[in-house]
């Protein structure tokens, strides 16, 4: 085979290997699959107020976790008080997703959701937003602890 023939046969090779090995990764891009990729405790800081935040997440099932968001400072609340919010997710594509209801101390509620993004073996993207669609954040959490 000559050096031309060569060249094309890889170029060929590569146009049809990679963009298929990057749709196989999906969004988390290295093709492990999501599998227990959510489960562990997560640690992050707030973009909007410095609090740190921190996220528990079991596998309850297939496509199914219980969550649980702890943050320090509540900005939705005034900003003074730590809170928490604990509801289930589900796997949607190879994000998990989680809407919940956040219940400050004075009664005020705001329906909340949850878009959680890996980026790699420890480090995701949270994307917050109230049910209505209004942007809250999008923060980076690193894993502290996994089960596996």
């Not at 085979?1 to 146009?15: E, H, I």
């Not at 999906?26 to 935040?53: A, C, H, L, Q, S």
């Not at 996220?55 to 005034?78: E, N, P, Q, W």
Request: aromatic share 12%.
């Amino acid at each position: 085979m000559n050096t031309v023939a060569a060249l094309f046969q890889f170029l060929v090779s590569f146009a049809i290997v990679l963009p298929t090995s990057v749709v196989a990764g999906g969004k988390k891009g290295n093709g492990k699959g999501m599998g227990n990729y959510f489960e562990g405790y997560w640690i992050g800081i707030d973009p909007n107020d410095g609090g740190d935040t921190r996220r528990s997440i079991v596998k309850t099932g297939k496509t199914t976790y219980d969550f649980v968001a702890r943050d320090s400072i509540i900005t939705l609340c005034g900003g003074g008080e730590p809170g928490s919010v604990a509801g289930t997710a589900t796997l949607e594509d190879e994000w998990l997703v989680s809407e919940s209801a956040l219940t400050c101390l004075d009664g005020t509620s705001f329906d909340l959701v949850f878009t959680l993004i890996p980026q790699n073996d420890n480090l995701m993207v949270e994307h917050l937003e109230t049910a209505s669609g209004t942007f809250i954040y999008d923060a980076y959490f690193w894993r502290q602890v996994a089960p596996y």
